[in-house]
Antibody, heavy 117, light 106 residues
Framework: QVQLVQSGAEVKKPGASVKVSCKASGYTFTSYDINWVRQATGQGLEWMGWMNPNSGKTGYAQKFQGRVTMTRNTSISTAYMELSSLRSEDTAMYYC??????????WGQGTLVTVSS | SYELTQPPSVSVSPGQTASITCSGDKLGDKYACWYQQKPGQSPVVVIYQDTKRPSGIPERFSGSNSGNTATLTISGTQAMDEADYYCQAWDSSTVVFGGGTKLTVL
């Protein structure tokens, strides 16, 4: 079955960077864009950007421009999202999700990133 | 920037019909998706391309999209349908989510 499995929880200090991985299985990794979405505790969904695993082309939400980098390693069907200059407001659950039929499906299990001094 | 507006909460009695709306400028010209998210879980698509239901999603879930409003309808609502629901559309190559609606079944 189509599945996205993300890396484990992270605790970072303000100003640091975090890199979250998302390993795809059950489909051809290079055929579908990967999107990243975050959700602070008790809050709604916030889209961060997308990446085409075939070309490496990316598109980022304006809010994260300059702070987020999305990359991939096609040999291991894995996408990455790196967020830099972390601040406390970046504490959230981070999800990867495949673009499919105009929606995001499926989603990874989420990676909790905690930013704390 | 494009915005999608949902009511923060909707309440429904078991067995009744719940309707959750999502409003945005000319939303009917775009495809709408609906996600269900239960506590501690990742979102799951319940409606895609306005009206289509993924395999495994019960028939009681249906969707429509016209004008400025997309609607998710749950017929014969069950206790297990209590969750947060988010609408989503694409605008200018960006994903836009509604603020989410908490559906309470009481």
């Amino acid at each position: 079955q189509v599945q996205l499995v993300q890396s484990g929880a992270e605790v970072k200090k303000p100003g640091a960077s975090v890199k979250v991985s998302c390993k795809a299985s059950g489909y051809t990794f290079t055929s579908y864009d990967i999107n990243w979405v975050r959700q602070a505790t008790g809050q709604g969904l916030e889209w961060m950007g997308w990446m085409n695993p075939n070309s490496g082309k990316t598109g980022y939400a304006q809010k994260f421009q300059g702070r987020v980098t999305m990359t991939r390693n096609t040999s291991i069907s894995t996408a990455y999202m790196e967020l830099s200059s972390l601040r406390s407001e970046d504490t959230a659950m981070y999800y990867c999700a495949r673009y499919y039929s105009s929606c995001l499906d499926p989603w990874g299990q989420g990676t909790l990133v905690t930013v704390s001094s | 920037s494009y915005e999608l507006t949902q009511p923060p909460s909707v309440s429904v009695s078991p067995g009744q019909t719940a309707s959750i709306t999502c409003s945005g400028d000319k939303l009917g010209d775009k495809y709408a998706c609906w996600y269900q998210q239960k506590p501690g879980q990742s979102p799951v698509v319940v409606i895609y391309q306005d009206t289509k239901r993924p395999s495994g999603i019960p028939e009681r879930f249906s969707g429509s999209n016209s004008g400025n409003t997309a609607t998710l309808t749950i017929s014969g609502t069950q206790a297990m349908d209590e969750a947060d629901y988010y609408c989503q559309a694409w605008d200018s190559s960006t994903v836009v989510f509604g603020g989410g609606t908490k559906l309470t079944v009481l």
